[in-house]
């Protein structure tokens, strides 16, 4: 069931399969084996998770503290309390946790620490009270009736056994205790003894005697028997006393024996498994050394056939590039060639159109030679006119008064002066609508090489307004700027 539910089952199957496994060695009492399995069932269950399963983790510590304290390894119990008490309270389970510090005191005591097991005996009872539980809260005062009767404290005994016989809820109407807390008369049988009570002491230990408690009920009968100074009874109960402990430890040998044996099987069974899991890991790991192997065998294939399918893909495509550049070049060739013919026609073409084009420049050329010769001819019809205009200008330049002013007239004869003369600057002066009259005036004196000064006084401004025209004319018919190079552009469009 347990190899069943490691395999296939959840969580809580398997903590369950392990605690089942653990009640039945407990039963057959191998310890050892108990105390394995319900460790493999606490293993089990996840804490981390939400959903654990508090309710079952705190029984499997319960049961282990069971085991631990039947075993006298006491500090094992302590640490299983501990936990069995973490559990209960985290799964809302006051009661059981209650129990669980109930279980710490002799624990506590059998460590050795008396006074903490009272405190914590005391704190148990109050916490019952507190929960409402007094009854059961009464029932952990044997452990204070018994340090108080060893301590010699019958006044402190008295008040605990009158609270434990009148609120446990353990004793009927004829004050007998229930079936199973019958050890309860030694400790009373012990404190009437302590009072000097003899007759009720030896009533108690007598009664212990029907229970089987032989051991308790003859060394309690002894003590009565030596207070009393009986011989006879004396010899008599020491015998018995003897013959209980003898029981006691024929019982304790054959519990031992019975341990060692469990301990023994449980050690072989453990070389056992422990000779399994080693030979398992060794099988583990000679498969994963083939997995492995395997895999790498497989990885190398793989890698092989990619390589090689990658290197036929590449001499693949190396072979279209290679295809698809010879194409390329042969339709490039082709296009050259086709283009270099084209060139060849254009160019004879263009040769053509440009000698046609010179002989067209050379007849313009002669042409404007045959105006400029005529232009010469008229030149020489006015010369005698021109140099009439020009002296009475010059005249006027640096005159004064009203007499060296020129007359509109003046101006006209100047104009017309200028058209004969220089026709070509004539031409690109008028082609500009937007030339102002002192612009077109300035132009002609700077044509005839008059001075800024000269000007001013024939234009009646001044030599910065004549500047500042000769600039603006510069500017608007040659795209120049500067009032200097104005003469020198005029010239030069009239030899152009």
């Not at 308790?216 to 009565?224: E, F, I, K, M, P």
């Amino acid at each position: 069931m347990v190899d069943y539910y490691e395999s296939k089952g959840t969580s809580n199957d398997k903590m369950e399969a392990h605690y089942l496994m653990g009640c039945i060695y407990r039963d057959q009492m191998e310890a050892p084996r108990a105390i394995q399995s319900f460790q493999e069932a606490a293993d089990c269950v996840d804490t981390l998770n939400l959903d654990c399963d508090y309710s079952a983790l705190f029984r499997i510590y319960a049961q282990m503290e069971d085991i631990f304290e039947r075993q006298n390894l006491w500090n094992k119990a302590y640490e299983a309390n501990r936990l069995f008490r973490k559990y209960a309270l985290k799964n809302g389970s006051q009661k059981e946790a209650l129990q669980a510090e109930e279980m710490l005191i002799p624990i506590l005591y059998c460590l050795g620490d008396t006074a903490k097991a009272i405190k914590h005996a005391e704190s148990c009872a109050r916490l019952y009270e507190k929960c409402g539980l007094a009854n059961q809260g009464s029932r952990v005062l044997p452990l204070l009736i018994n340090i108080c009767i060893k301590k010699g404290k019958y006044a402190e005994a008295k008040h605990y056994m009158q609270i434990y016989e009148t609120r446990s809820g353990l004793f009927n109407s004829d004050g007998d205790i229930c079936e199973g807390y019958e050890a309860y008369y030694e400790l009373k049988g012990l404190y009437l003894l302590g009072v000097h009570k003899l007759d009720s002491a030896e009533y108690y230990f007598r009664k212990l005697m029907k229970y089987n408690y032989i051991y308790q009920a003859s060394r309690g009968l002894l003590a009565v028997a030596n207070a009393r100074s009986n011989v006879m009874d004396m010899h008599k109960y020491a015998l018995l006393c003897e013959q209980g402990m003898d029981k006691i430890l024929q019982e304790n040998h054959a519990n031992a024996v019975l341990q060692a044996s469990s301990m023994y099987q449980f050690q072989n069974l453990q070389h056992e498994i422990m000779k399994q899991r080693v030979t398992a890991e060794k099988n583990k790991k000679v498969i994963y050394i083939l997995m492995l192997a395997l895999l790498v065998v497989i990885c190398l294939i793989v890698f092989l056939r990619k390589s090689y399918q990658k290197h036929i893909a590449y001499r693949q495509k190396k072979w279209e590039r290679l295809n698809d550049k010879y194409l390329l070049l042969s339709n490039e060739m082709n296009q050259l060639v086709l283009k270099q013919n084209e060139i060849k026609d254009t160019y004879t073409n263009s040769i053509q159109q440009r000698q046609m084009k010179i002989e067209s420049l050379q007849e313009e050329m002669q042409q404007y030679k045959e105006k400029i010769k005529a232009i010469s001819k008229s030149e020489r019809k006015f010369k005698m006119a021109d140099h009439a205009v020009l002296a009475k200008f010059k005249q006027m330049e640096f005159s004064c008064g009203k007499k060296a002013v020129p007359s509109e007239e003046d101006w006209s004869e100047l104009e017309h002066l200028f058209v004969s003369s220089f026709p070509l600057t004539y031409e690109i002066i008028s082609k500009k609508k937007e030339t102002l009259l002192l612009e077109f005036r300035v132009c002609m004196l700077t044509r005839f090489q008059f001075s800024n000064g000269g000007m001013a006084n024939l234009l009646q401004s001044s030599p910065a307004s004549i500047s500042n025209a000769k600039s603006k004319a510069n500017k608007r018919l040659f795209g120049d700027k500067g009032a200097s190079t104005l003469y020198y552009n005029m010239v030069n469009c009239s030899l152009s």
